[in-house]
Nanobody, 126 residues
Framework: QVQLVESGGGSVQAGGSLRLSCAYSTYGSSRRCMGWFRQAPGKEREGVAAIVTGGGNTYYADSVKARFTISQDNAKNMVYLEMNDLKPEDTAMYSC???????????????????WGQGTQVTVSS
């Protein structure tokens, strides 16, 4: 089974920063899309950012562009989400997810991601 484990969540004031980490199991030579998604109570899950393992394009939701940065350390099987200028609306459970890579392109469609971590809570106070 594919395993994903998130860490780095916490509580910060608006304008602060957090760095989320996702450790994932190896999958042989197959490349994947690694994505970050979030869901707040009573709201639908939304895609935040995605990246192609081993190098590739990055993808961001409009709501986090210029504030969040997704990156990876392929040798360590790690994916990161640097979150800057956090806002109360960013409060949510953040989950790391993975899906197969097709045509060297990723997306933020949560329904296409088959593997998910347990999530890490991010709370931003005003």
């Amino acid at each position: 089974q594919v395993q994903l484990v998130e860490s780095g969540g916490g509580s910060v004031q608006a304008g602060g920063s957090l760095r989320l980490s996702c450790a994932y199991s190896t999958y042989g030579s197959s490349r994947r899309c690694m994505g970050w998604f979030r869901q707040a109570p009573g709201k639908e899950r939304e895609g935040v950012a995605a990246i192609v393992t081993g190098g590739g394009n990055t993808y961001y939701a409009d709501s986090v562009k210029a504030r969040f940065t997704i990156s990876q350390d392929n040798a360590k099987n790690m994916v990161y989400l640097e979150m800057n200028d956090l806002k109360p609306e960013d409060t949510a459970m953040y989950s790391c997810a993975a899906k197969p890579l097709w045509a060297e392109s990723c997306n933020l469609r949560s329904g296409e991601y088959a593997y998910w971590g347990q999530g890490t809570q991010v709370t931003v106070s005003s």
